[in-house]
C-alpha cells in the first residue's frame, strides 16, 4: 500500500508537466497560424497568367511519282478561368495557308440544373470525329465523308446549351445555334448578316452505356438543319435580262443528319496500354443542289439525299504501337450514286504520350467502271508541349 501511494504522488506531478507541455505546444501553434493568417498572400509573377500549350504537326505524302511536304498545323491555346462563373479558350492555328483564329469560346461553369452554355467561335458538337482537331485524328487525313459533308472541322460561329439529365445513365442533350457548321463549307459566310431563318440550327442526343468494368459503349445522334439558303442565281439563262443576282428560292432547305458509335475494350488489369477502340459514324444530307462546278449554270437542280460514312478498328499493342484500319465510303451529294472508297492502313509510334510518328497507306477508288484510282502513301510527325487543352485523345 505504501508503494502505490508513493508512486502516484511521483505520477501526479510528471502528468501535470505533460499537460502543461501540451498546452504551451497548442498555444505556440495558435500564435504560428496566427501569424500565418496575417501575412501578405505569396505569388508569382505567372499566377494569373492563363495556361499555354502547343501542338506542332508535320506531314509528308507521296502521290504517285509527287511528294509534298507541308507544316499542317503549329497549334497555340491559352485558356483560364474568368471568374468562379466562366473559363475560356483560344486556339491559333498557323499553317502553309496562313495564321488563322481556330476557337475562341466562353463556356460557363456554375449554372443551376446541370446546365452549360458555351459562345464564340467553337467546335459544334455535331457527330465525333468532326470536332477533333487534325493532329488527334487516329489516321493522318480526316475521312473524305465528313470533309465532304461536313466542311472539314466543325468550326463554328455561335453558340450552344447542354443538359445533362438527372439519370443513373449519363445522358446529354446539347442545342445550338450558328452562321453556319464546317470550317470549309462555302454554303454561307460568316461575316454576312443574315435572318433567323438563314442560321443553322443544331440538336445533339448523346450517351455513354457501361458492359461491366472493361467495355464501354458511346452513342449520339446529331441533326444539323438550316431552314433557307441564299443562292446566286443567273437570271440570263431563264430569262430575257442579263441580270446575276442573289436571290432566296423556295426549297433551300438543308439537312445534315448523323450516328455515331465508339466501343472502347479497356482492360482493367492491362493498365492504359492495352485496349480496342471501335469509331463509326454514318451520315445524310439533304439538300437541294446548286451548281457546285466549274462552269456550271448555278440553276436550281433537285433534291438529293445522299448518304457517307467510315468505320475504324484501332489496337493499343503496349505503351508505344497503335496499328489503325479505316474505311471511308462518301456518295457524291449532287449525284448520290457515285462513291468515293477510300481505304487506309496506318501505324502510330508513341514515344511519349506527347510525341508520336505515324506512317499510312491509302487507296482511293471511285465506283464508275474505268475511273480512276490513287495510292497515297503518308508520313506524320506530331509533338505536343506545354498545356495543350485536347492532346492525343483516346477517348
Not at 442526343?205 to 442565281?233: F, I, N
Not at 474505268?370 to 508520313?379: A, E, T
Request: proline share 4%; hydrophobic share 40%.
Amino acid at each position: 500500500m505504501r508503494h502505490m501511494i508513493l508512486t502516484l504522488l511521483l505520477l501526479v506531478p510528471s502528468a501535470a508537466r505533460a499537460q502543461g507541455a501540451g498546452e504551451d505546444r497548442i498555444k505556440a501553434l495558435e500564435e504560428r497560424l496566427n501569424k500565418l493568417e496575417g501575412a501578405p498572400a505569396k505569388t508569382s509573377l505567372s499566377a494569373f497568367n492563363p495556361a499555354m500549350g502547343m501542338s506542332i504537326d508535320a506531314a509528308f505524302r507521296q502521290t504517285h511519282d509527287r511528294g509534298t511536304f507541308n507544316l499542317r498545323g503549329a497549334e497555340l491555346n491559352v485558356e483560364a478561368p474568368v471568374d468562379p462563373y466562366l473559363k475560356a479558350w483560344a486556339i491559333i492555328n498557323a499553317n502553309g495557308g496562313g495564321v488563322g483564329l481556330e476557337e475562341a469560346a466562353l463556356e460557363t461553369t456554375a449554372l443551376p440544373y446541370n446546365l452549360s452554355v458555351r459562345g464564340g467561335r467553337l467546335f459544334a458538337s455535331f457527330g465525333r470525329l468532326g470536332h477533333f482537331h487534325t493532329h488527334e485524328l487516329p489516321v493522318i487525313d480526316r475521312p473524305n465523308s465528313l470533309a465532304t459533308f461536313i466542311g472539314g472541322e466543325t468550326q463554328a460561329d455561335g453558340f450552344e446549351a447542354s443538359y445533362l439529365l438527372p439519370t443513373d445513365a449519363f445522358v446529354n442533350v446539347t442545342i445550338g445555334m450558328y452562321n453556319k457548321i464546317g470550317g470549309e463549307n462555302a454554303r454561307a459566310a460568316n461575316d454576312a448578316p443574315r435572318a433567323l431563318s438563314h442560321f443553322t440550327y443544331l440538336g445533339r442526343l448523346a450517351t455513354t452505356v457501361e458492359l461491366g468494368e472493361d467495355h464501354q459503349v458511346d452513342l449520339g445522334l446529331s441533326s444539323a438543319w438550316t431552314p433557307k439558303r441564299h443562292v446566286t442565281e443567273n437570271m440570263a439563262t431563264t430569262t430575257s435580262g442579263n441580270i446575276v443576282g442573289e436571290v432566296t428560292k423556295k426549297n433551300t432547305w438543308r439537312t445534315l443528319n448523323g450516328v455515331d458509335m465508339t466501343y472502347r475494350w479497356q482492360p482493367a488489369a492491362g493498365g492504359l496500354y492495352k485496349g480496342f477502340l471501335w469509331g463509326t459514324e454514318v451520315l445524310q444530307n439533304n439538300e437541294r443542289t446548286y451548281g457546285r462546278n466549274v462552269g456550271d449554270d448555278n440553276l436550281p437542280k433537285d433534291r438529293a439525299m445522299s448518304y457517307a460514312g467510315y468505320s475504324f478498328i484501332q489496337l493499343k499493342l503496349g505503351r508505344h504501337w497503335r496499328p489503325t484500319l479505316m474505311v471511308d465510303v462518301t456518295q457524291n451529294i449532287d449525284a448520290a450514286r457515285t462513291n468515293t472508297n477510300t481505304l487506309t492502313l496506318a501505324l502510330a509510334y508513341d514515344f511519349t504520350e506527347f510525341q508520336k510518328v505515324r506512317g499510312a497507306f491509302s487507296q482511293v477508288t471511285n465506283s464508275l467502271p474505268g475511273s480512276w484510282h490513287n495510292d497515297i502513301v503518308g508520313l506524320q510527325w506530331t509533338a505536343v508541349f506545354g498545356r495543350h487543352v485536347h492532346g492525343f485523345r483516346d477517348r
